[in-house]
Structure formats: C-alpha cells, structure tokens
C-alpha cells in the first residue's frame, strides 16, 4: 500500500462516516419522534467527517515529511562509518543509499548495507504512520459520533473547523514566502562571508568568472555589481519612457473617447499582446528591432563623422542594445500599464465628468483637469507595479542585450541585467558552493528586495487612492 | 389596463394652469420631446417658460422625465449616447439646439447642481477656481482669488472655508460640499442654474440652509429645481410645475398649484394619494 492508496481510502472512510453521522442525527429528528435538532442533519454528517478526516490526514502529512529524514538519522546512529563522514561526504553517502534503498542493487557495500537498514526504517515507519493516522480517525470518528444528540451545535462547530482549515491554507502561501525569503537569505550571507559588502553594492566591475584550477588565467572573480544594477535600471528607464505614455493615453482613448464598438474589438485585442511569452518578445528583440537599432545608430554615426560631432562619430553600435529591449519591454508593458489604467479611470465616478461639463468643460478639459488628476494616484501604482515587471523580466532582455556587464550611457551599448546575470550565473555546469553561483543568490535578494519596496509602495499608493472615494 | 392608458393620454394632452407667462421669458420650451434610443420616449410634447428671477420646481413621481427635461436645458443629455430631442428650447429667445450655438459655452451660461455633491478631488479653491481658469474669467491670480471669494461668499461658504481653501473640498461635509458645488457653479457667473434635486442626500439642517441659498440667488439668477420633496416646492419656488410619465400635467404660481390645483393627477399627487 502506497502513500496515495492510503489518502484514497481515508477520503472514502470520510465520505462513508458522513453518512453515519448523519444518519445517527436524522435519527433524533422530529420525524422520528424526536426533539428538534439544533443544525441539519447534513451538518453531524459533515463535523463526523471533518473529525474523521482532518487529524487522521495532518498528522499523516507531517508524518510523511518527517519521516525520510528520521529514518536517515536513525541510520547513520547505526553505522559508526558513516558518523565520521564530513558533511558533505554525509549528505553525498545519503543520497546513494537513498537511492540504493530503493534499487535494491547486490553490492555489499557499507552504503548498500546501510540502504537496507534505511529502507527497513521507512517500512516500520511507514506501517506505524498508517496505524497512527487509522487509530486518530476511529477516535475522531468515535469522539463526533457518540456526541451526537439533538442540543449539539454542529453547525456552529463546523463554522470553526473550516475557519481552522482556510487558515491553514492560508499559512501554507505564507511559509512558502518565507521559505523562499530564508533560502535565498541563507545562501546570500554564505557569499557576503566571502565577498565584502562594499565590494559588492559599490564595485564597478562584474566579472564572476574565478579560477577553478591554480593555472587557470582570465578568472578575476570581480563581483562589482553596480553595472547590473545600472544595466537594469537604465533598461527599464527606457522601457518605461515607451510604456508609460503609450499605455496611459491608450487607456484614456478606451476608457473616455472609444465607442463601446471599438472597446470592444481593442480590448481583446489588448489582451492576446498581453498574454504572448516573453520568449516571443524576445525573438522579436533579437531579430527585428536590434538589427533596426543597430542600422539606425550607424546612420548616427556617419553623421556625427559627416558633420564632425565627435559623441556621435565615437558611437559604440552594436545588435544586442538597451534600446533594443527597452523598446520591446516597453510594448511588452503597454498592455499592463493599459489595463490597470482603463481600471483606475473607469473607476472614477461618473458625477465628475457631469460636474465638470456642466461647468462648461470640453471632454479633453475634464480628462485632463478632473479624471486624470482623480486617477493619477491609481495610475502611478499601476506605474510601480510595471516597473517591478520590467526589472523582474529576463528573458527578452537574455536574448538581446547579452550578457556583458557595461557601465555605460549610451543606448546603443551591451548591459547586462540583475535576471539575466542569474541566469547566466545558475546555467550550466556550476559548482554549488563558489561564490560564481552564491553570487546568483546575493544578486537575487538585492532584486527581492528591489521589486518587494516598489510594490509596497505600489500597493500604498493604490490602497491611498481607493480611500477618496470610500 | 388598455383603456386606462387611452384615457390617460386624453387627461394628459393638454398642459393646464399658465405654462407661458406674460412678459419676456429667460427659458422657453415648445414642443419638446426627448426620445432614448429612438424607441422609447422620456418627455412628450412640453411648452413651459423660465421667468428671469424666479424658480421653477419641477415635481412628479419617479420617471415623470422632470430630471430628463431639466438634463435638457443645458444640453446635458448630449453626453448620453442614443438621446435626441425635438422641438424648440431657447435661451433669450435664442434655440440652443441650433448649429450656431457651442454647447460648451451654454453650460457656462446653464450650470448645474446635481444630486449628489460632487466636488473634485482637488483643493476647495481649485474647485472654486476650476470653471473660471477654463473660461478665461480671470486674468491674473488676485483677480481669481477674488472670483473665488466672490463665488464663496453668495454662496455662504466663505466663513466656514476662508481658512482651509488649500484643504481638499472632498473633506467637507455633505451640506458643504453641495454649497461648494453651487460656488463652483456660480464662479462661471451663469445666467442659469439647474439643481437637480440638490437637497436629496442632505440632511435637515443641511437642506434649510441650502434652500435658503436658493432663495438669494433668486435675485441674481433664474432657477429651475427638481426635487422630490413638496414641502421644498411650496416653501422655495415662484412657479411649480407637476410631470406625470413625460407629460407636463400643469404649471401654475406655487401657491395656487398647492392650494387650488386645476388636475386632477395634480391633487392627487400633492395630497399624497400617489407618487
């Protein structure tokens, strides 16, 4: 019998007691010449199941994440060989016998004679956790059963047993956060102990490439990582000049000016833009629009030589480009910054546009005098949240701005951004614990970080907006 | 039910009591009637006159297309997609539903109060100061400021505001914020001002205050007024007119359409039998 076989038939016993429970409570009812029940008959049907179900299942759930790492503890206590491995031998032997538990493979090795033991430990715990988890529900079963008469509130009862279950669903989500939160936090400080901090939020030069061998030549190791950072703000800077204006006056044409004839082709419309992968968006980076930059800023170049301009004549051109992708995020923005303005706008009530024409307003007046300004608090937290989008986006930015770290201004140079560096750091054939890959993790809480302030802010700003109309 | 509504028709063909008055008008209607969509018709065939310097109460029960006529006066309903009107409103004798004449520019001449107070999310000067930074009425910033106070003051809110004009006017209280509404209004400088039925999310003491407003502006402006509420028509209005499903039913001065009412629809509705 399986884990799953396990949870299947618990949620039959489930199914079944509700019946009982039920049965026991129709029982009591008035049709049998009873006193009138407090709740439903469904309702002792349903707190019988909740008692049945609910501790047998949590303690089996807790059981089953537990138990692969007790019985791995119990296993080592039992082979002094193991004991004097270092961690990181231990937690490779762990693995092989792990695996070897369950291939039961012929060699007599200590790992092999270890895996048998392992897997004679998962049996037994695996049985008692089926006997524990059995035994709970009978005494959950038994302890809502014989409980059942007409004064019990089970209605009242079952309002509290679900609040109990949300609440846990609710907590699940949170600790994910958290796990997340630690996982990246733990190995971040692992790298701080190996880099400096300074080094880090202030060194100008980025290249994590570090000698794996004595010999090795070309690997500095140089984790300055305000190039990434500049590379990702000077992208989104860009993507957001494109975006912002294109999609808040999108959205004023759709929300104050379109018909509802044409809202309703362009809306959809809208939203297929916004639901195309940003792999797509990327290709039509790398393919298209860089090549275009590309062309445009030799055009720049010669006349900056033509007319003796010497910034333009001295122009670094190349196909990967900030502009490139500033430009394709931005139209990847669009539809977003469109959407959560037509919202914010359409949400300001309809009294302020009357007002302001009966003051003799024309239609363009009262947009940008009344509604505007109505919705600026709206529309700047829609602005936020596109900026954490486009600092979170990697793709399109790995496929046309490259990888090269750059502390440049000029738009038509390769950056490189906080995403695409972890990427490039994780790809590949990497070394768990160098400081190239722990790297990945500092880069990746400084963008947690980042994204996490704006859009509390973001949130702030919109929850502030809401309050005006409240 | 067929015949009650033929019958009802035949009660309601002609307008009774004085719906013209001696004399030159400020607002006239001949003729009117507004349509939604085409098919559905909201105003039947109204002839009333403003007269400059009073107010007009316009009652009826819900739907009697008061609100839809006096939505009219200024053009209002253009905004509303599917709504059209026939016949002849003018303005001192001018139809202001002919090509010469900018809609926007008459609802500078026709302001409007609405039902809810509906103040911009703005400060309590900007929203004095909005309608005359549109039109121009100020040239400099010591001009506005005293169209602002000006506008305050008619409109008795300059005592309580004169400290806190940079505060927002959405802070004010109820009654506040629709006596804000009535400055902005009046900021314009209007020939006209609608209200429709301005004192119906205000409490008592908030209303007796405005009404008393109205009574002042009388002297400066002509007014028309919906509302609900009859004891507002009788204690507030020159003329009364009663609306029964888009039809004026009769026009008369408040006190005889009060006392002595010519329809029967009329009577019924002031002495609470229906509405």
């Known amino acids: 019998m399986s884990n799953l076989n396990f949870f299947i038939i618990l949620l039959i016993i489930a199914a079944i007691v509700f019946f009982i429970g039920q049965k026991k409570a129709y029982s009591y009812s008035m049709f049998n010449g009873g006193a009138k029940l407090h709740s439903l008959p469904n309702y002792y049907g349903y707190l019988t199941t909740l008692w049945t179900f ?160 004595e010999d090795q030549v070309g690997g500095s190791g140089s984790f300055g990582a305000v190039p990434l950072f500049w590379g990702t703000i000077f992208i989104s800077f860009i993507a957001m000049i494109i975006a912002a204006p294109l999609g808040l006056i999108a959205a004023i044409f759709l929300s104050e000016y379109a018909t509802s004839q044409v809202r309703a082709i362009i809306k959809p419309i809208l939203e297929i833009l916004a639901g195309i992968p940003t792999v797509v968006y990327g290709f039509f980076a790398a393919l298209t629009v860089g090549p275009l930059v590309r062309d445009f800023g030799y055009y720049l170049r010669e006349i900056g030589i033509n007319l003796d301009i010497e910034i333009l004549a001295n122009l670094t051109v190349s196909t990967e480009s900030v502009l490139a992708v500033g430009l394709v995020m931005g139209m990847m923005i669009v539809p977003f910054i469109l959407s959560l303005s037509d919202d914010v706008i359409l949400s300001v009530p309809n009294a302020m546009r009357d007002g302001s024409i009966a003051l003799g307003a024309t239609k363009s007046e009262t947009v940008w005098r009344v509604i505007v ?9 829609g602005f936020l949240l596109a900026i954490s989008r486009a600092i979170g986006e990697t793709m399109i930015v790995l496929m046309a701005a490259g990888v090269a770290a750059n502390l440049t201004a000029n738009p038509m140079n390769v950056v490189t951004t906080i995403t695409t560096q972890i990427v490039t750091l994780l790809t590949g054939d990497q070394e768990f614990d160098s400081v190239k890959t722990l790297a990945a993790f500092a880069l990746g809480l400084g963008l947690f970080v980042t994204t996490l302030i704006l859009n509390i802010i973001a949130l702030h700003v919109v929850k502030k907006y809401r309050e005006q109309y409240e | 039910m067929n015949n009650n509504k033929v019958e009802l028709d035949q009660q309601l063909s002609e307008t009774v009591g004085k719906p013209l008055i001696n004399g ?50 200024n053009r209002m309903n253009d905004t509303i997609d599917g709504c059209s009107i026939t016949g002849k409103i003018s303005l001192d004798g001018e139809d202001i539903y002919s090509n010469d004449i900018d809609p926007v520019l ?52 300059w005592k309580e505001t004169k400290d806190r004009l940079n505060k927002p006017g959405t802070g004010l209280s109820g009654g506040q914020q629709q006596r804000l509404c ?55 209005s020159d003329r009364c007119s009663y609306f029964h499903l888009g039809r004026l039913v009769e026009v008369n001065d408040t006190n005889i359409v009060f006392t002595n009412p010519e329809h029967e629809l009329t009577e019924n509705y002031i002495t609470g039998r229906f509405g």
């Not at chain 1, 300004?373 to 937290?381: E, K, W």
């Not at chain 2, 910033?141 to 409109?155: F, H, P, R, T």
């Open chain 1, 373 to 381: 300004p109505a919705a600026l608090p709206g529309i700047v937290g």
């Open chain 2, 24 to 73: 030159t008008p400020k607002i006239t209607c001949r003729d009117v009637n507004v349509f939604y969509n085409q098919d559905s018709q909201a105003i039947f065939d109204v002839n009333v006159d403003l007269a400059k310097n009073q107010i007009l109460a316009m009652i009826g029960p819900s739907g009697c297309g008061k609100s839809t006529l006096l939505r009219c006066l």
């Open chain 1, 54 to 213: 609910l501790p047998a299942f949590g303690v089996f759930v807790i059981w089953s994440f537990f138990e692969s790492n007790v019985s791995s503890m119990l296993t080592i206590s039992q082979f002094s060989e193991l004991q004097q491995l270092s961690v990181d031998e231990l937690s490779l032997a762990l693995n092989e016998i792990k695996i070897l538990a369950v291939t039961n493979s012929s060699s007599v090795s200590i790992n092999n004679q270890a895996a048998a033991v392992y897997s004679e430990y998962l049996n037994h715990s695996f049985n008692l956790k089926i006997l524990v988890s059995v035994l709970l529900a009978l005494l959950g079963f038994f302890y809502t059963y014989l409980r059942i008469k007409p004064t019990m509130q089970a209605r009242n009862s079952v309002e509290k047993l679900i609040v109990y279950v949300l609440f846990t669903c609710a907590l699940i989500a949170i600790f994910t956060t958290v796990g997340i939160i630690f996982s990246v936090l733990f190995e971040s400080i692992e790298f701080f102990s190996q880099v400096s901090i300074t080094e880090f939020f202030f060194g100008t030069h980025w290249s994590p490439q570090i000698a794996i061998r």
């Open chain 2, 182 to 236: 009535i400055a902005r209004t009046i900021a314009v400088r209007p020939d006209v001002i609608l209200m429709d039925e301005p004192t119906s999310a205000l409490d008592p003491i908030a209303t007796a205050t405005i009404e008393e407003l109205m009574h002042e502006l009388k002297s400066s402006y002509t007014i028309a007024v919906v509302t609900h509420s009859m004891q507002q028509a009788a204690r507030i």
């Open chain 2, 106 to 157: 008459l609802r500078a001449k026709v302001g409007m109060v609405f039902q809810k107070p509906n103040p911009f999310p703005k400060s309590i000067y900007d929203n004095v100061a909005y309608g005359p930074r549109l039109h121009g009425i100020a040239t400099n910033n010591s001009e506005l400021d005293d169209v602002v106070e000006e506008s305050l003051i008619k409109a008795g809110l």
